[in-house]
């Protein structure tokens, strides 16, 4: 699909731009705090006075969690004009635009976050040696998304929840992400999964109704959201006895 195409597919609503009202609020700050603790974004750790720049940065939420608990200034960039100005508004210094539009100095970067963005991206690869050059040397680079090689995914098929066609335009298993990394000029230092508040539910509704009980829209979105919290233990019980947690992380640095 072209860009065009894909426009009407990030509304000014879509979950991870919009955090208005109290519940959506509120959930998106406990389930940003979730990935400081078990996703790629924790594993930057703290670094004072360090530039962090988060891609695909939505409202602004994890960008603003870390400079205020790991003392990064914290940049991003989102396609999204409403998204980088509630990020503003919480004290990141946020763009409209992506890798490919936005004039961002090469070098001048301690960290470069890709937070459930990457998989958006038509030309993963490509991406990911724009950050490399983004990075002063020997800078880190995140990465968080879906698992392509959990077993969720072989189990549900085309009702996995994490699909999310057609805005997921790539799907990472561990070596192939090891492999876009290395293609990209970047050293890989460590990969890791964990289970994702939101799969398995979304993936029983894709399998018995063919989509999600609840629309998208920010309070709608946080209601189901909070349902899906309530089975991460059976997600988790289930995925280690089956193979393979939902998300998966990873850790590299530039030369």
Same mark, same amino acid.
């Given at each position: 699909?072209?860009?065009?195409?894909?426009?009407?597919?990030?509304?000014?609503?879509?979950?991870?731009?919009?955090?208005?009202?109290?519940?959506?609020?509120?959930?998106?700050?406990?389930?940003?705090?979730?990935?400081?603790?078990?996703?790629?974004?924790?594993?930057?750790?703290?670094?004072?006075?360090?530039?962090?720049?988060?891609?695909?940065?939505?409202?602004?939420?994890?960008?603003?969690?870390? /400079?205020?608990?790991?003392?990064?200034?914290?940049?991003? @960039?989102?396609?999204?004009?409403? #998204?980088?100005? !509630? *990020? +503003? =508004? &919480?004290?990141?210094?946020?763009?409209?635009?992506?890798?490919?539009?936005?004039?961002?100095?090469?070098?001048?970067?301690? /960290?470069?976050?890709?937070?459930?963005?990457?998989?958006? @991206?038509?030309?993963?690869?490509? #991406?990911?040696? !724009? *950050? +490399? =050059? &983004?990075?002063?040397?020997?800078?880190?680079?995140?990465?968080?998304?879906?698992?392509?090689?959990?077993?969720?995914?072989?189990?549900?098929?085309?009702?996995?929840?994490?699909?999310?066609?057609?805005?997921?335009?790539?799907?990472?298993?561990? *070596?192939?992400?090891?492999?876009?990394?290395?293609?990209?000029?970047?050293?890989?230092?460590?990969?890791?999964?964990?289970?994702?508040?939101?799969?398995?539910?979304?993936?029983?509704?894709?399998?018995?109704?063919?989509?999600?009980?609840?629309?998208?829209?920010? *309070?709608?979105?946080?209601?189901?959201?909070?349902?899906?919290?309530?089975?991460?233990?059976?997600?988790?019980?289930?995925?280690?006895?089956?193979?393979?947690?939902?998300?998966?992380?990873?850790?590299?640095?530039?030369?």
């Amino acid at each position: 699909m072209s860009e065009d195409e894909l426009a009407p597919f990030y509304p000014d609503d879509y979950g991870p731009h919009a955090s208005e009202g109290p519940l959506a609020g509120a959930l998106g700050r406990l389930l940003v705090r979730r990935e400081i603790r078990v996703g790629a974004a924790g594993a930057l750790g703290g670094h004072p006075g360090g530039r962090l720049l988060d891609v695909g940065c939505g409202g602004g939420e994890l960008a603003a969690l870390l /400079a205020r608990s790991g003392g990064w200034r914290s940049a991003g @960039i989102d396609p999204s004009a409403a #998204a980088c100005e !509630r *990020a +503003r =508004g &919480l004290g990141v210094e946020a763009r409209a635009g992506t890798l490919q539009t936005v004039e961002l100095e090469p070098g001048g970067f301690d /960290a470069v976050l890709f937070n459930h963005s990457l998989e958006h @991206i038509a030309d993963p690869v490509e #991406a990911l040696d !724009r *950050a +490399r =050059g &983004l990075l002063r040397p020997g800078g880190a680079l995140a990465i968080s998304l879906p698992n392509f090689g959990c077993a969720a995914r072989r189990r549900f098929g085309r009702a996995w929840f994490h699909l999310d066609l057609p805005r997921h335009r790539v799907h990472f298993n561990d *070596a192939a992400l090891r492999t876009a990394l290395e293609r990209a000029g970047l050293r890989p230092e460590r990969t890791w999964t964990s289970t994702s508040p939101s799969g398995l539910a979304g993936s029983i509704q894709y399998r018995r109704l063919g989509g999600l009980a609840v629309a998208e829209g920010p *309070a709608r979105h946080a209601v189901g959201q909070v349902a899906a919290l309530g089975l991460i233990p059976v997600a988790r019980a289930e995925q280690a006895l089956g193979g393979g947690r939902d998300y998966l992380h990873a850790l590299a640095r530039a030369p």
